[in-house]
């Protein structure tokens, strides 16, 4: 773990045999001192991160990982350092980071080193790429680098290595398949099967026999013994998508399985031993409708261990782009094709009740029609965009803009002339948010 010769700060012979220590683990990790410096980078970190011709010894974590001038939390972001600072503790956090392979969502974990007066001496910062998510448009998976869209990716990456049941909450189209797909992706049942469960439209008696399975006779038709999906999720994981649309009579089975981890085929006398995680999803107001009895409480309590809230797409106006750019480049979609920035900007001030998935198909009609592989405003063929925002008045203050806007938050920001980032920062500090 070597030092960069044109920065001869020696180390603290306590450093020292740190960096020596670190320097053949197989994560990125580097020592910064308590002024962000990046004292020496591992060999995972120098392979991973380190690029050609960027000595970065020396420099500031922020300049390196964001290209910005100042700490991270002084340009709007949480800084890990200034968190472990505080707490004397780990601090760990999703951020972006610049990459030679472009931007990317890197689980950054920050420990402080003490001295023997129990002043921290420096930190130690391990990075992990997160594979279940790129910043970057691709041609598959989860899209995303907007703030409401990190959230809902660090949640993800927080809960996916444990065994905890998943409960995941958003508008249709907002990816919740792709979400449990990922969930199951990043955790350690990966290599076994992940089950999908469509709980809409299934009848009580399908659902159980497709869920249970059925022993030979159990029904007339049941000329096989056939087994259930909970059998088929053995060692992996069941999504259950839209739980909101289970039947109350299965409500009540569904909880004796995910309670007991037992179940018996129908027809079966046999107990049978269940091993699945469960990621269940629904567009649906579960509390609401636990309030009206149309829900169990206790199956909701026991589902409702982690929930992540998906953002509508309304919420991530600034992934749109990326988000085109990403569906305009996939296999088999579409030919190579384009989109101007007219077009965009289109796209960015629409509701989008559909979501993701809307904006997809919409891409995916228009392109046919961009003959010269330029998508323009008039191939959306689209009802007419929602106004857009006239600018702001010179003196505006947020607490006036807030007042009359009745756009989303990324609207605002575009009306006010800052970034979400920015607003969101200016929100919190003024006590709106
Ligand atoms: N973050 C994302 N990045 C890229 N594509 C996405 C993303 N989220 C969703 N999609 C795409 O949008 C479409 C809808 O996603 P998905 O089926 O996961 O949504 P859903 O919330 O499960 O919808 P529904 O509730 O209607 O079943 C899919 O084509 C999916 O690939």
Known sequence: MPTDPSNPAPLSAQLQSLVSFLEHEAQPMIVLDPDYSILAANGAYRRQFGGT?????????????????????????????????ELRAPDRVLHIHHTPRGPEHVDVELRPIFDQHGAITAYVERLSTVRSASAQP???????????????????QRVAPSMLPVLLLGESGTGKELFA???????????????????????????ESELFGHEKGAFTGAALRKP????????????????????LAMQVKLLRLIETGTYRRVGG??????????????????????????????????????????????ERADDIALLADSFLRRPGAMRAVSIDAQALAHLQGRAWPGNIRELRNVLERASLFADDGVIRSAHLALAPARPAPGPASPGETLADALSHFAGTRSELAAHLGISERTLYRRLKQGGFG
């Not at 990982?65 to 949480?78: F, K, T, V």
């Not at 797909?181 to 469960?197: K, M």
């Open 53 to 85: 011709g960027k000595p970065f010894i020396g420099q500031k974590c922020y300049r390196v990982s964001h290209r910005y001038e100042l700490p991270c939390d002084q340009a709007g972001e949480h800084c890990p350092m200034k968190k472990a600072r």
């Open 138 to 156: 691709s041609g598959d998976g989860l899209v995303g680098r907007s703030p409401a869209f990190n959230d809902a990716l660090a949640a993800l």
């Open 181 to 207: 797909r990922a969930v199951h992706a990043s955790s350690a049942r990966a290599g076994g099967p992940l089950v999908v469960v469509d709980c809409s439209g299934l009848s009580e008696s399908l659902f």
């Open 228 to 247: 259930g999906l909970v059998e088929t999720a053995q060692d992996g994981t069941i999504f259950l998508d839209e739980i909101g649309d289970v039947p």
């Open 269 to 314: 006398v046999e107990t049978l031993h269940a091993n699945f995680r469960l990621v269940a999803a629904t567009h649906k107001p579960l509390e609401a409708m636990v309030a009206r009895g149309e829900f169990r409480q206790d199956l909701y309590y026991r589902i409702n261990a982690f929930p992540i809230r998906l953002p509508p797409l309304r």
